[in-house]
């Protein structure tokens, strides 16, 4: 097999712990109509990365498989017919789109049957190349490295989804965001101060604390040490806050609706503190009429809209730590063991 017809990736072969990601020669495949064929300059690595290489997302995937949803690079090929991109461009792909080409016309896109983050059934960014039809592609006119970009995406959509358009946050609005000082938690933070919010997070430790607030967090609480309700409520002058962007689930949920003014909104997106929630108490949940809204990534628009947020320098990238695509393995490890402030990035190597 010619030198041109391979590429190295971060491979999986059997669905598993992060043990299971390798370094591979893998086949470039044959571009496919509709397709361009980006040059992966740099991946972000998220949370839900590992979920689909334990298996978690589906188990129909065809193996070996390719994860990643936050890609950024070069157009490096196009199919024939193809007029949306064209070849040396800048490029973001789009970290979710419909899968099934009966649903692109689908919007809000995210709404769609089969929309899923990109890398969940098709090959994903942990690769030197990348085949994304070019439909999905964004131009890339930004001004940042694409290390701190590729750090942004899937995060981005996910909280301008969840802060603007599900919570309704606004000027003047008091916001709770769960865990900070992770990859969503930093963006949810930094949309709910772009749109004039007030915003309390909550951090595990003091370097936790300290990134959160770097990134424009009112007040911090140390949740292991202090109660959060109580803390939220001496912060908000005996009140609750309007909104709980959440996106640790699990046992968060309790202290998430104890947070909430009447009427107020909790919006979850995660999963990382388990699979299952329980409402406390029935009766002060349907006497403050709280709510619960779950949220699936976000739509073109929001994508956009985010990244106009990015360009006017109201959006920072909040990187922990850039590796190269051989550590793709502990990457994930860092992720599962919650050692991790802000985002990982991968670098395929040139």
Not at 221 to 239: M, Q
Not at 309 to 326: E, N, Q, T
Request: glycine share 10%; hydrophobic share 45%.
């Amino acid at each position: 097999m010619s030198k041109c017809s391979v590429m190295q990736a971060a491979v999986f072969r059997a669905f598993g712990p992060p043990s299971v990601l390798e370094l591979a020669e893998v086949p470039l495949r044959e571009l496919a109509p509709g397709h361009a064929r980006v040059r992966v300059d740099a991946a972000g690595v998220n949370y839900y990365d590992t979920l689909v290489r334990s298996g978690a997302v589906s188990r129909e995937l065809a193996l070996p498989h390719v994860v990643g949803s936050d890609v950024v690079g070069v157009v490096e090929r196009v199919a024939d017919g193809v007029s949306e991109v064209r070849e040396g461009e800048r490029v973001i792909v789009a970290p979710g789109y419909p899968t099934h080409l009966a649903e692109w016309g689908h919007e809000p896109e995210n709404e769609a049957p089969s929309y899923f983050p990109t890398g969940t059934f098709a090959w994903g960014g942990y690769a030197q190349r990348m085949d994304v039809p070019a439909r999905w592609l964004v131009p890339n006119d930004t001004v940042l490295a694409p290390e701190e970009l590729a750090s942004i995406p899937l995060v981005l959509v996910t909280a301008v989804h969840a802060v603007k358009t599900l919570a309704g946050v606004r000027a003047g609005s008091r916001v709770l965001v769960q865990a900070g000082a992770s990859g969503s938690g930093s963006m949810a933070i930094q949309v709910a101060k772009a749109l004039g919010a007030q915003v309390i997070a909550t951090a595990s430790s003091a370097e936790k604390a300290a990134l959160a607030r770097r990134l424009g967090a009112d007040e911090v609480i140390r949740y292991r040490e202090e109660d959060v309700p109580a803390a939220v409520a001496r912060w908000a002058g005996g009140a609750g806050v309007d909104a709980v962007i959440d996106p640790v689930g699990g046992a968060s949920l309790a202290g998430s609706l104890a947070s909430l003014r009447a009427r107020g909104i909790v919006v979850n997106f995660g999963l990382a503190g388990g699979t299952a929630a329980r409402i406390p108490h029935l009766y002060p949940f349907f006497r403050n009429e709280h709510r619960i809204a779950g949220s699936w990534m976000g739509s073109m628009a929001e994508l956009r809209f985010g990244l106009d947020l990015v360009k006017a320098g109201r959006i920072r990238a909040a990187v922990d730590r850039v590796l190269p695509l051989a550590a793709a393995r502990e990457a994930h490890e860092l992720l599962e063991h919650a050692e991790v402030s802000g985002k990982l990035v991968l670098i395929p190597p040139r």
